[in-house]
């Protein structure tokens, strides 16, 4: 019976580390592997981008757009995919299916800021949905199969001319 200190990997199936700096003979000695001299050639280089002075290109590069830090991220999902999760027995059609249903039916995988309903693929099965928001071809979809869809998107109160 082997002992737990006895214990040891198979022979030559395992590799010594390198060894630089030891010497002439070891092959990764004088300079270490390094090449020669240089900023490069020193322990903490961080010069990623930088030109010797010369402004970067990513500087030099006009900026362009925006990114908005209020803006809402979504879970998408499309019609062809609710259908596939109805014909595995995923969804129950007779119950009504919101963001808790997806999730446990594995149909999206985070709820993010709200599940937005596209129109791709096509739906056979009269599903009651609520969502954050939808597109008109989903919904138009949804009820010509006999369905409802309920958006809880706030609605924009129309400006006052």
Do not use: C
């Given at each position: 019976?082997?002992k737990l200190n006895e214990i040891a990997?198979?022979?030559?199936?395992?590799?010594?580390?390198?060894?630089?700096?030891?010497?002439?003979?070891?092959?990764?000695?004088?300079?270490?592997?390094?090449?020669?001299?240089?900023?490069?050639?020193?322990?903490?280089?961080?010069?990623?981008?930088?030109?010797?002075?010369?402004?970067?290109?990513?500087?030099?590069?006009?900026?362009?757009?925006?990114?908005?830090?209020?803006?809402?991220?979504?879970?998408?999902?499309?019609?062809?995919?609710?259908?596939?999760a109805v014909a595995a027995g995923k969804?129950?059609?007779?119950?009504?299916?919101?963001?808790?249903?997806?999730?446990?039916?594995?149909?999206?995988?985070?709820?993010?800021?709200?599940?937005?309903?596209?129109?791709?693929?096509?739906?056979?099965?009269?599903?009651?949905?609520?969502?954050?928001?939808?597109?008109?071809?989903?919904?138009?979809?949804?009820?010509?199969?006999?369905?409802?869809?309920?958006?809880?998107?706030?609605?924009?109160?129309?400006?006052?001319?």
């Amino acid at each position: 019976m082997t002992k737990l200190n006895e214990i040891a990997p198979q022979e030559g199936s395992t590799k010594g580390r390198m060894r630089i700096g030891r010497g002439p003979g070891s092959g990764k000695g004088k300079t270490g592997g390094r090449g020669v001299k240089g900023q490069k050639a020193r322990s903490g280089v961080a010069i990623a981008g930088f030109e010797g002075g010369q402004m970067p290109l990513h500087m030099r590069m006009p900026k362009r757009g925006f990114n908005n830090p209020f803006a809402k991220e979504f879970a998408e999902v499309n019609l062809w995919r609710l259908e596939q999760a109805v014909a595995a027995g995923k969804l129950d059609v007779k119950k009504a299916i919101d963001t808790d249903v997806l999730l446990a039916a594995g149909i999206i995988r985070r709820a993010k800021d709200g599940v937005k309903l596209l129109g791709k693929g096509e739906i056979k099965a009269a599903l009651n949905l609520t969502v954050y928001a939808a597109t008109p071809s989903a919904v138009a979809a949804v009820e010509k199969a006999g369905g409802s869809v309920t958006q809880t998107r706030p609605v924009k109160a129309e400006a006052e001319a």
